[in-house]
């Protein structure tokens, strides 16, 4: 069965320092890979969908970017932190041809 | 493009009671429906999902959804909830092809 590995579980940053959340796959090739925000209170909001190596869509516009440098692999990063990138991340894979996603334990990150 | 739309943020039920969750989509295309549950600070686990056929889904624990095309709906329900049922639920579509979009969640209290 296919596994979403997710480090850190927590972390808390100063404003303005870099970040750097990984996300790797188990049991799966070429999966299509997302990153979601979850803010208090708020549902689940889609930063980034990938389903290759190097492709990347971007859906909103934010202090955040995402890199694929391989095929079970994402990464979400930040050069400089906001109080408003509090949150709760979760990365989510779905296997090619599959229909579902499965999902990682998430990262709590408090941005002070 | 999709969107889902979950009417309830928050519902508090007792105990053995019944409940309901209203989820609505809209999508110019046919879609898939997925229901997921997330316990606080974890990931989302799939409850159950609809991709064809017979209108009436079952889950596991004990939940089951009904897809109703005239009415863009996947309303999730279970007849007794248990304690162990408090968490966030969150209905989900896709279109084939298409990446996943969830709704807002509902939170779902049970008291005893």
């Known amino acids: 069965s296919q596994t979403i590995h997710q480090w850190p579980a927590t972390l808390v940053q100063p404003v303005g320092s870099p970040l750097s959340l990984e996300c790797t796959v188990e049991?799966?090739?070429?999966?299509?890979l997302y990153w979601y925000r979850q803010a208090a209170g708020r549902g689940l909001q889609l930063l980034f969908y990938s389903v290759g190596i190097g492709q990347i869509s971007s859906e909103v516009p934010q202090n955040l970017s995402a890199s694929r440098p391989q095929d079970r692999q994402f990464i979400l990063s930040s050069k400089k932190l906001l109080l408003s990138d509090s949150g709760f991340y979760l990365c989510a894979g779905q296997r090619w041809g599959n229909t579902e996603a499965f999902f990682g334990q998430g990262t709590r990150l408090t941005v002070v | 493009a999709q969107s889902v739309t979950q009417l309830d943020s928050q519902v508090p039920v007792f105990e053995e009671a019944p409940v309901e969750l209203r989820c609505n989509y809209s999508?110019?295309?046919?879609?898939?429906l997925f229901w997921y549950v997330q316990y606080p600070n974890q990931g989302l686990q799939l409850l159950l999902k609809y991709l064809s056929g017979s209108t009436l889904v079952k889950g596991i624990n004990g939940f089951e959804a009904e897809f109703n095309k005239s009415q863009t709906s996947f309303h999730l329900r279970k007849p007794s909830v248990h304690i162990s049922d408090t968490a966030e639920y969150f209905c989900?579509?896709?279109?084939?092809?298409?990446?996943?979009?969830f709704g807002g969640g509902t939170r779902v209290l049970v008291k005893p």
């Open positions: 049991g799966t090739s070429n999966p299509n």
């Open positions: 999508s110019s295309v046919s879609v898939y």
């Open positions: 989900a579509v896709r279109a084939a092809g298409n990446k996943l979009t």
